[in-house]
């Protein structure tokens, strides 16, 4: 991008700030600007943090799309690069550029295995007058409805409640390597210069489970996002999977005080629906969510949410059940919380939690699991440019032989330099007793953090940062980790990416 | 029949520092480098295998300081531990740089550490620690490892009670020969309370194959001459104390640690001071 052009993007972006009407908003988009683009962790769940304002990381398995949790974002990136390293060899990478002339924006991605032979590829064209974007090659479709998604087999089964989601999905390259996907091609309409407007999308093409002796199956999709007045919004879609029908119809509606939202879909497997509902009224907050699967043999699901929020503290209890597996079921109870103070230690976020899974397997008959969890992070100091928490966790299964307990203690230091460069350093002792799991914390590529599970004693320490010169930013992650037995594993990912502001259109690729 | 008498030292010294920490031998038949410390500050806080606090508070000292330290391991005869540390503070940054040997004659674990930590009363400090490790047998070639480790100290208060929480990635990183060296990762921490003269300090150490050795110890300080620690921990049980006092620049310290198996350990130690002002 020339020298010439860069002003100019940059000198829309001002004016755009300009055309803002009120300080705050202006504020707030100055603050989006500054802290929601660099990769967050832990708060940035990937779509399933049901409380939404406690930021004590998830287990993966609890994670709607884990596989997302690597993805590093890309907002405004001219250009990318990425490459990951296990134990000392080169397994993957990837990169991609982008350019922009007036209003069109361009890109490709081109990701490689071990032995350097191209797995994907993806063409991207985005035109922000009209406000079309199209994909072409291999396409990652993100953001459907939960229920369209597991009925279609493009999305996990997750093991928490979803909230209904009424949006268009985004669709773009597959921002981490994997095997399963969609290769073909995505089109969408955005109303442009409108966060809520009316948009229509689809995509179509061979999708491959990953499996290698599976046949890639061919599927499609279409659907849109109307607004209906001012504070409602109505997503029809359908979708097709070899030749099986899927439909779907979410709505969702909010006020100042509520919210509420309906999936419906129906299929060749049969009718599932979900709903949720929330009333916010503070300092209290309540939501409730139900979901029902024909064809399951438990086809009801249900979680309630209370929450209480103050300036300096804010505690929720989470109730929930459903099916887990074909014969089996998951019940949980939870009470999370976060403490702050005004001025010394804190805050202190906790989660306590109880949950209870039963099943019946043909070898073993009954089966029942019963597990007591505890999570904390406690903030110990902070300073200018550094941050110092500890965090523990607990896991007490009860089996028959008795209570079998994993334990972890740890801590994090987090440094930053004036916005230009920050580390996250994590270092933590695991203890688990045979027969009995621990967490540990993982750190991802993308900023978040999640819950790993662990059946080994061991100490693991991880690292991750990102630095930022001029328009280009250079990121990389490192973990490593030695057991009781004395095995070693290491992992490390970098990336280096150039941004450029075209964010004033709308635009965001990811 | 050298390998045989090389492997047969190893496990002789293994099982000596077992005795020292009185946990479980080591899984790797190698030099495990668990006995850091054994000054009498460290017996008082029955913590052997990790940096002591000191007994009072220096951190308005600036400049160079000495310690050297003997300790008498468990009554066998010839059975010691030495320590011999210089370290230069200034307002902002302390560097130390310590020899330690332990074992028998014919039998020596020599650990030298350089270590710098930042200075002064930080809400978040940090702090880097490098090591040469070296196995030393009679009649045979030395060997040695490198490992470095790094910490992070946070303060903060409580109502009023000043409180500090260190944690430690201790020996993350090795390099040597892994055959005769066995040394482990491991993460210690601690939790520190301090109120007018007195401080009360709980920690543990968590290592790589899931041992813990939770402990408590209290200091208690009279004016800025005495101070007297306590210390009381498990797994193995152990008790310690020590005293140390100070006239002018000078500090002198005796302690003992008593293990549950009847093992005792007692040391001395001479402390030249930093000058610079006093707390």
Known sequence: MSRPRAASAMMRLFRSIGSVPGFALKGGLCAFLVFALPPRHASAQVESDP?????????????????????????????????????????????????????????ATFGYDADAALRRVTGEIHQSRVGVTAVVGSVDVRGLGALF????????????????????????????????????????????ASVTGASVWAFGGRWNDGTPSAEPERLAGLGAVVPIGASAIAAPAVGVR?????????????????????????SRVGFAALADAGV????????????????????????????????????????????????????????????????????LSFRLGRSGT????????????????????LGVARAAGRAFSVTATRRERETERGARAGTSAGGRLDLTWRRRARLEIRVEAVRAEPGASAWSSGVYAGGSTALRTRTRSGVAASARGEARVGSWSLGGLVEGREDELGRQATAATIWIERRIPFLTRGIETR | MRPRACVSGIAALAAVLALCEAAAIPRHAGAAFELRDASPAALGAVSMDREPHAFFEDAARRGLGLTASHASLYGVDGLTAEEVCGSFATSRIRVGLSHAQVGAPGVREHATCFTVREAGALPVALSVRAERLVLALEGEPRVGAWALGAGVLGR??????????GLAADRVLRRGEPGRIA???????????????????????WEGDG?????????????????????????????????????????????????????????????????????
């Open chain 1, 51 to 107: 409380g939404g304002t406690l930021p004590l990381p998830l287990p993966v398995e609890d994670i709607d799309s884990p596989e997302r949790l690597d993805e590093v974002p890309r907002s405004g990136a001219a250009f990318s690069g990425r490459v990951s390293a296990r134990e000392g060899a080169l397994p993957r990478w990837s990169a991609s550029a982008a350019a922009v002339y007036g209003d069109w924006w361009a890109g």
């Open chain 1, 149 to 192: 998604g597991e009925r279609l087999e493009v999305a996990s089964r997750a093991a928490r409640l979803p909230s209904a989601r009424a949006t268009a999905p985004e669709m773009g390259p597959p921002a981490s390597a994997r095997t399963r996907g969609l290769v073909g091609a995505a089109l969408s309409w955005h109303r442009p």
């Open chain 1, 242 to 266: 070899s030749g099986a029908l899927t439909g779907s119809l979410s709505m969702r509606t909010r006020s100042d005080a509520w919210d509420a939202g309906v999936e419906a879909v129906g």
């Open chain 1, 280 to 347: 916010s009224a503070p300092p209290f907050r309540w939501r409730g969510r139900w979901r029902f699967r024909s064809g399951d043999a438990r086809p009801i699901a249900g979680e309630i949410l209370a929450e209480a929020g103050w300036r300096l503290a804010r505690v929720a209890i989470r109730v929930s059940g459903g099916a887990s597996g074909a014969t089996g079921a998951v019940e949980r109870r939870e009470l999370e919380g976060r403490i702050g103070t005004r001025r010394g230690l804190g805050p």
């Open chain 1, 358 to 377: 039963t099943g019946f397997t043909a070898a073993d008959g009954f089966t029942e699991r019963r597990e007591r969890y505890a999570v904390m992070d």
């Open chain 2, 156 to 165: 903060g208060a409580l109502r009023g009670v000043q409180v500090e929480i």
């Open chain 2, 183 to 205: 040394v482990q990762p491991s993460v210690p921490w601690t939790i520190r309370l301090h109120a007018r003269g007195a401080s009360l300090e709980f920690a543990d150490r």
């Open chain 2, 211 to 279: 041992r813990t050795s939770p402990r408590v110890s209290l200091d208690l300080r009279a004016g800025g001459a005495l101070a007297l620690r306590f210390g009381r921990g498990e797994r193995p049980g152990r008790t310690g104390a020590a005293a140390a006092l100070r006239a002018g620049r000078f500090e002198v310290a005796v302690g003992r640690q008593d293990d549950q198996h009847g093992g005792s350990v007692s040391s001395v130690a001479v402390t030249l001071l930093p000058g610079g002002p006093k707390p």
